[in-house]
Every structure is written in structure tokens, then in C-alpha cells.
């Protein structure tokens, strides 16, 4: 799992790349894309509440969607686990 969160330091957003080693997935195969219905990699936190992306739609909104969410929990190394 790869977690991202915003951290805040006076006025200034420093982005924060945590990879927690030992922890349980937070998504799993029932977890759907809000955009497409596809399974979901990523989740994301937001002050109006928490979406669903695969990875396809992650990547194409990235730039809005790191504006909008505090906190980003990023699975996408599964798509490529057998």
C-alpha cells in the first residue's frame, strides 16, 4: 500500500509519500471506480468525502484530484499481481 497525505507547514502544502510495509490492503476487488464502475486502485480523502478511481481515471484527473484530496491511498501495484 502507498499512502499519500498533504501535510500542511505554514501555509505551504508538502506532499508525502508513506509506504506502510506489514499493513492490510484497504481495497479490495469489490471496490469499484466512481467514474467507470472498474475495480478501484486508488482512494482518495477530500473535504466533501472520499472517491473511488481506477487507475485509468487516477492518472487522467490526477492534477485536480491531488488539488482537491488530503489524503490518497494508491493500490495500483495489484494490477500487475497475479
Known amino acids: ?13 508538502m506532499d508525502t509519500m508513506i509506504k506502510a510495509e506489514g499493513t492490510s490492503d484497504t481495497l479490495n476487488s469489490t471496490d469499484r471506480c466512481d467514474s467507470c464502475g ?3 486502485y486508488v482512494w482518495t480523502n477530500g473535504v466533501s468525502g472520499d472517491l ?3 487507475r ?12 482537491w484530496a488530503f489524503e490518497i491511498i494508491d493500490e ?3 494490477a500487475n499481481q497475479k
Open 56 to 67: 485509468h481515471h487516477f492518472l487522467k484527473n490526477e492534477e485536480k484530484i491531488r488539488a
Open 38 to 40: 472498474s475495480q478501484a
Open 76 to 78: 495500483s501495484y495489484k
Open 1 to 13: 500500500m502507498v499512502k499519500y497525505t498533504l501535510q500542511y507547514n505554514r501555509g505551504d502544502i
Open 52 to 54: 473511488l478511481f481506477c
